[in-house]
């Protein structure tokens, strides 16, 4: 059965620097999202992405934020100069057409 | 704008007792309705999803759920738990609209703990 991966796992940043969390959508899914849970509190939207473009972001998604999709396969969100409060697991999903979206496994953001 | 309440925080049951894990939402506008679980050290997992037709759905591992268009109300059963069901259950609203690419509103989890 197809799923969403998502690298790394697991990421260790010192705060400032810039990272890249890379997603790999179900190939014939068309809607990408990201979305980010801190530790203890709800899942939260951060953006949605459809041909080529941002549809919708959230007031987290400010501009050390951007999303990309290089190639016909990768999903990315990165964000510029971390800072401590950008710890949290962050999930991509995606949808043939918006309605159901499937998760990623996700990558725990520890910035220090 | 939407919103979801997920009235308990944590429910602890015995193994094969049945448990009913209660969500509530607001909205302004028509929605799907999901429930999604988290096993520990895990990502989301589709648990099952209301979109149209009938309102009583199922779902995997023996769950089903009732949308309640009147009381707003999209509660999870299982008429008996297995402690392999031991996880976190989201209930999450998106807007039906034509444009599609609808964010998911999630609300705050239930942390279901079956005990032997």
């Known amino acids: 059965e197809p799923e969403v991966t998502q690298t790394p796992s697991h990421q260790v940043t010192q705060m400032g620097q810039e990272v890249i969390l890379r997603c790999v959508p179900i190939?014939?899914?068309?809607?990408f999202y990201w979305y980010r849970q801190i530790l203890g509190q709800k899942v939260e939207f951060l953006v949605s992405f459809y041909n080529n473009e941002i549809s919708e972001k959230s007031e987290i998604f400010d501009d050390q934020f951007s999303v990309e999709r290089p190639d016909g396969s990768n999903f990315t969100l990165k964000i510029r100069s971390t800072k401590l409060e950008d710890s949290a697991m962050y999930f991509c999903?995606?949808?043939?057409?918006?309605?159901?979206?499937?998760f990623g496994p996700g990558t725990r953001l520890t910035v220090l | 704008a939407q919103s979801v309440t997920q009235l308990d925080s944590q429910v602890p049951v015995f193994e094969e007792a049945p448990v009913e894990l209660r969500c509530n939402y607001s909205s302004s506008v028509s929605v799907y309705l999901f429930w999604y679980v988290q096993y520990p050290n895990q990502g989301l997992q589709l648990l099952l999803k209301y979109l149209s037709g009938s309102t009583l759905v199922k779902g995997i591992n023996g769950f089903e759920a009732e949308f309640n268009k009147s009381q707003t109300s999209f509660h999870l059963r299982k008429p008996s738990v297995h402690i392999s069901d031991t996880a976190e259950y989201f209930c999450a609203v998106s807007p039906i609209t034509q444009g599609g690419s609808e964010k998911l509103v999630f609300g705050k989890g239930t942390k279901l703990t079956v005990n032997p």
């Open positions: 190939s014939n899914h068309l809607y």
């Open positions: 999903a995606s949808s043939v057409s918006g309605a159901t979206q499937y």
